[in-house]
Structure formats: C-alpha cells, structure tokens
C-alpha cells in the first residue's frame, strides 16, 4: 500500500497544511494534519465522515483551524480569488435566480460591474453553446444542471485553485463525461473529492483518508486499489456496508 506523503516544505505558490487540527465542539476532526499539496490533479477518497468536506472547507476558508495553518497561494489569475470550492449540494452555493446572473456575481467578484459583468456573463455562456440558459431561472433546472451551473460560475470566476466535493453525484453520464472532460482542460490546480473512483484513478496523486488522518497517499491507480480491496476485505468480515449513507457537507 502507498506510504503517506505527509511533508509541507514552505512555498507560496504550494497549497500547505501544516500541523492542522480542526475541532467542531467536542468533536475533534483532525489532529497534526500535514500536507503539501503542489500536484495539479489531487483526488480525495475515503469512507462518509472521512474527513474530505472538512478538509475542503478549510482550505477554502469556510473554517478556521483549532492549531497549525492553511496556506493557499496568493491569488488567482488577474486578481481572481486563490480558491474556489463547488459544493456537493447546488442549492447551497446559488445564489442569484438565473443563470446569467449567478455567472455575473463571478465576475463581479473579480472588479467588474454588474452591467458589464452580465455582458460578459452572456457573451460567454454563448461561446460556449449555452446562450439559451442565459436567463433560464436556476430554480427551473434539474439537479443535474444546476450542479453545471456551479461548475460554469467556478469557471469563470477563474481562481487559482478548484475544489470540487463530489461533483459527480447529481449527474447523468453524458454530464459525468463532460464535467470530467472539462476537469481534464482546466489550467488550474484541481482537488477533487469522489466516491467514484474511476474519476480519480488516473491522477497523478490520490489522497485516502480515514477518521481524518491520511491512511494512503500516492499514485491514483494504486491508492484506489489499496482502498477498494480494504472494503471488499470489510464487506466479507461483515464490517461496514458498501453503501453508506450519502456525506453530508462538511463530513
């Protein structure tokens, strides 16, 4: 099994964790946790309630660590944010009631203003064939699309790094094969978080986390194997079910 990679050398343009514990009242996530994060496809796979949320959430800065520190490069592409994070649930990231607008709110972010930012919004959603969703209400899509709307606003808000916690899970699999064909030309640093395996074997680097400590890092075919031997092993002793309860954010 691949041995964890757990040494942060200092860099400012390297993603770190160094030294990390996160407390959720009594509730203790992670303890000393070390990472350093400087390859451009990482993949995070484990159990519900691993840990793979909460690490996100902290890198993105939803939440502070109790110790230790988080370090993201410091910004984006012309001033964009360093980081940006798409949820597993689209209804907790939308905020805007159409397309356009939410798109806009990307931009914006980024110094435009609104009257421009929503030319630019519309103008590229056409370049992209997606003229037609410009002022489709968001509320009116199916799951699916709304979790491409998230995707598109974290495109066009372009930050340094992407954070994607199960973006698989509400989609079909023409939409499966697109978002991993998009994740594929994306020029930014990805950090993806997944119970389908076969979206991550490939990467150069597959983080597997247990009760919030790292059990195996390295080579993506490799961790996959090791992870998913280790339940097979667990569902023939009868310990723990193949089909856990869906992760709620932040687990």
Known sequence: MPAPNNTATASPDVLQLQDVTLRRGSQLLFENLTLSLRERRIGFIGDNGAGKSSLFRLVCGLEQPSAGQVHVPATGADGARPVGMMFQNPDEQ??????????????????????????Q???????????????????????GQRQHVCWLSLLIAAPAVLLLDEP???????????????????PQQVLLSTHQLSHVRDFERVIWLEAGRVRADGPGAQVCAAYEAEVMTRAQAGHGSMNGPTEKAGA
């Open 94 to 119: 939308w905020i805007f009631p159409t397309v356009e607008e939410e798109l806009a709110l990307s931009l914006t972010g980024r110094g435009l203003r609104r009257r421009e930012a929503l030319v």
């Open 121 to 143: 919004a519309r103008q590229w959603l056409s370049a992209r064939g997606l003229g037609h969703w410009a002022e489709r209400a968001i509320a009116s899509l199916s799951q």
């Open 168 to 186: 698989f899970a509400s989609l079909d699999l023409p939409g499966q094969l697109l978002l991993r064909q998009e994740i594929a030309q994306a």
